[in-house]
């Protein structure tokens, strides 16, 4: 049996700040949304279902908020799904809102992740006691910080690498109007200077914390014909999970991110990730997690990725431009992190990136990731639909 | 083309006042372990695993992520997961089999809700800035509900014992209130003790399977001949709380309306919520509604919608019923909700 071909036709942003004090959590969903209607120049009567994600509801301090938010988003009468599988979830909510129009159950759906981090405070949203159970470590650095460290000793990358990403990513994100983190007078020495928070990890080095939301609005066939500008056809798309914590994990590569890669591949046809793909939107809290995810992506070999970064691949003008956005390591609305990268990756290939488009990107990757390297999402779009 | 459909397993748990000695995955396990072995499966041999939860009632962000060392996920496996009741995890896997992309899908839902003070904490669903401060608790919203429908000369107190008497008086293994359960004092008036669900924690799991897999795997499978979901608008204020437009509507895209059906398994918490949704689904006094007790009986936060289409499912499966419908609901005053109709096969 044949999917139904699914087509990014609209995507909407807000300007992601540490604070949006200026709006209620309705007020900064609706505006994502609006966004991504004006752009596919439909309204609110023109959407079937509403597919919404956030990660954990205590950063809000509000339980399934897609049951207050229904009037904002225009889901009254409507369908509304509320996905969660923590980081990974912007990435999985824009998947599970495809499955709907790959399955012929609905002919345009509304997407949307956020996350209000201002509204509550995330690192102690995330350090609730858990009995019998390892902490997180104050918050999320603490627990990769030492899979960083045994990525350095295995792959004998420099310590130079990670400082190298960030002040990559500082710089991109300055040609993103949307981004959060703008930080005009960024030196590579800057970024080596700031302090050291979870050793190999610096203060620069990091993702802020971020109040954000980003819509999509997918279609099928007939939606795309009828979009005002070129939609980005999704080629392939997938999720993974493994367990957290387990003896026989892989905590510097995780199965699951390189059988969801495959997958996604599998699907869109990519023989070689390296020379097939023109563009990726990577999520990368951390700025170590760059080198790291080129290889569990497939796009170097093991112990490979950190020569690609030094060589300056990953650059906005370089071969392989890795997070032209500015990434996850620029703005971190956590739960829409994940769709951010999904949606970047879409305006790639729909050549409408503006200061940081990559010249003729055809085929773009979004990936995200979630919990302890536990959850992956990804999908593949390009510029031409699938079999064409 | 659009391919067939059924849930083709059906397990859940004992539904516990509290289980204290248990963590969630110790509650979920044997409820996994149960359903795969009904079709023989192991957890290798499923394509799509969704499952549905809340952090809020764990107390703790991503409650879920510890459930899938429950599953056995490894090596890595296809899944999701829903932050509603399982009943949408449902929906989701079934979607998943829709595309092709999966021809068999493992569901589960669980919840505890002994830890906490429940009606305090799902007071923190509503509106965060204008209705959560007031902390305006489930069985007060439900006693609104409850009253407006009195008002409107859609019930009386003493039908409302009798919808509460009938749901206990099962023979349902599994429930945490059965026999003869007295109605109580008030509440919030006008719903007693009678009128409300117990408290409970509980989990439940389902298996799904696209056509021919079905068969292999269940010899009498349920079949989701449709299978919709609507949501209303969150202020009580602007809505009707004596009628489920929400309901019809996702009961009308369903295909409910084309033929009756004999059973309905119905996600009503309360008694009076009954009769809202018998209304809104047109059910005759001749369908059978809630042989296994229904919410009055065993509410397990999460799982109890999930639990209403396996209870639907169980009865195809056993030849008990050959069309059935089934309901979940989330939010205030049935602010949600999801209606699936399921059928045998010909006899």
Not at chain 1, 290 to 303: V, Y
Not at chain 2, 300 to 314: T, V
Request: hydrophobic residues 45%; aromatic residues 6%.
């Amino acid at each position: 049996m044949s999917k139904e071909p699914v087509a990014v036709i609209g995507i909407g942003q807000t300007k992601h700040v540490a604070a949006r004090r200026d709006v209620s959590i309705a007020g900064l969903v609706r505006e994502a949304a609006r966004r991504a209607l004006d752009d596919a120049e439909l309204d609110w009567a023109d959407i079937d279902a509403v597919v919404i994600g956030k990660a954990p509801d205590f950063f809000e301090g509000v339980m399934m908020p897609e049951l207050y938010l229904a009037d904002a988003l225009g889901a009254v009468g409507k369908p509304m799904l509320r996905v969660h599988t923590a980081g990974s979830v912007g990435g999985s909510t824009a998947l599970v809102a495809a499955g709907l129009v790959a399955a012929r159950v609905h002919g345009t759906v509304l997407t949307l992740a956020f996350e209000k981090q201002s509204e509550s405070n995330a690192m102690w949203g995330l350090s609730l006691p858990i009995p019998f159970q390892q902490p997180l470590l104050a918050g999320a650095g603490g627990f990769f910080a030492p899979h960083v460290r045994a990525y350095m000793r295995r792959s004998g990358a420099p310590d130079t690498v990670g400082s190298l990403v960030a002040y990559k990513d500082r710089r991109n994100a300055l040609k993103n109007p949307y981004a959060h983190l703008h930080e005009h007078d960024i030196t590579l020495e800057k970024v080596q200077a700031s302090p050291m928070l979870w050793d190999p990890i610096r203060y620069s080095e990091t993702c802020p914390s971020s109040d954000g939301a980003c819509a999509m609005v997918l279609s099928d066939r007939a939606g795309a014909a009828r979009a005002p500008r070129p939609p980005a056809w999704m080629l392939g798309g997938a999720m993974r999970s493994e367990p957290t914590l387990f003896a026989g994990k892989d905590a510097v590569s995780p199965q699951a991110g390189k059988d969801c890669a495959a997958d996604v591949y599998r699907q869109a046809g990519i023989a070689d990730p390296r020379r097939d793909i023109d563009a990726v939107e990577m999520y990368v809290p951390f700025s170590w997690y760059e080198p790291m995810w080129l290889e569990n992506l497939g796009f170097a070999d093991e112990g490979e990725g950190w020569k690609l970064t030094e060589a300056g691949v990953t650059e906005l003008d370089g071969d392989l431009p890795v997070n032209m956005s500015g990434g996850v390591l620029s703005t971190n609305p956590i739960g829409a992190s994940g769709m951010i990268r999904f949606a970047e990756a879409a305006l790639q290939v729909r050549g409408q990136a503006g200061e940081h488009q990559v010249e003729g990107a055809r085929r773009a990757l979004g990936h995200a990731y979630g919990g302890g390297s536990q959850f992956f999402s990804m999908w593949l779009v390009g510029s031409e639909p699938p079999d064409a | 083309m659009t391919r067939d459909i059924a849930v083709v397993a059906f397990a859940q748990s004992d539904v516990l006042r509290t289980t204290e000695e248990q963590s969630e995955v110790e509650m979920l396990m044997p409820v996994l372990h149960d359903v795969l072995d009904r079709t023989g499966l192991k957890t290798a041999d499923i394509d799509f695993t969704c499952s549905g939860s809340s952090d809020y009632l764990a107390g703790r962000a991503f409650s879920f992520t510890l459930a899938l060392d429950g599953v056995g996920a490894w090596p890595p496996i296809s899944e999701s997961h829903v932050e509603m009741d399982g009943a949408w995890a449902l929906y989701e896997a079934w979607t998943k089999l829709l595309t092709g992309d999966a021809d068999t899908a493992l569901v589960y839902s669980y919840g505890k809700s002994s830890p906490g003070s429940l009606r305090d904490v799902l007071t923190r669903q509503l509106d965060p800035y204008y209705v959560a401060p007031l902390w305006p608790d489930s069985v007060a919203l439900a006693a609104l509900q409850a009253q407006a429908l009195i008002d409107a000369g859609a019930t009386d107190e003493p039908a409302l014992a009798a919808i509460g008497a009938r749901s206990r008086a099962v023979d349902n293994p599994r429930a945490q209130l059965k026999g003869d359960v007295p109605q109580g004092e008030y509440v919030v008036r006008p719903l007693r003790t009678g009128d409300c669900p117990p408290i409970g924690d509980g989990a439940a799991a389902v298996v799904l399977a696209a056509g021919e897999r079905a068969r292999d795997l269940c010899t009498r499978p349920a079949w989701i001949r449709g299978i919709d979901h609507r949501i209303e608008a969150h202020s009580l204020g602007v809505r009707d709380l004596t009628d489920s437009p929400s309901t019809r509507l996702a009961a009308e895209k369903a295909g409910a309306f084309e033929r009756p059906v004999e059973t309905a398994e119905l996600h009503a918490p309360f008694s009076s919520q009954e009769i809202v949704l018998r209304k809104a689904l047109r059910l005759d006094a001749d369908v059978r509604v809630n042989p296994s007790g229904g919410a009055l009986a065993a509410n397990p936060m999460m799982a109890a919608g999930l639990i209403r289409i396996g209870e639907a499912a169980a009865r195809i499966h056993r030849g008990e019923s050959d069309r059935a419908l089934a309901h979940a609901t989330s939010g205030p005053c049935l602010q949600q909700n999801l209606v699936a109709v399921l059928e045998g096969d010909p006899r």
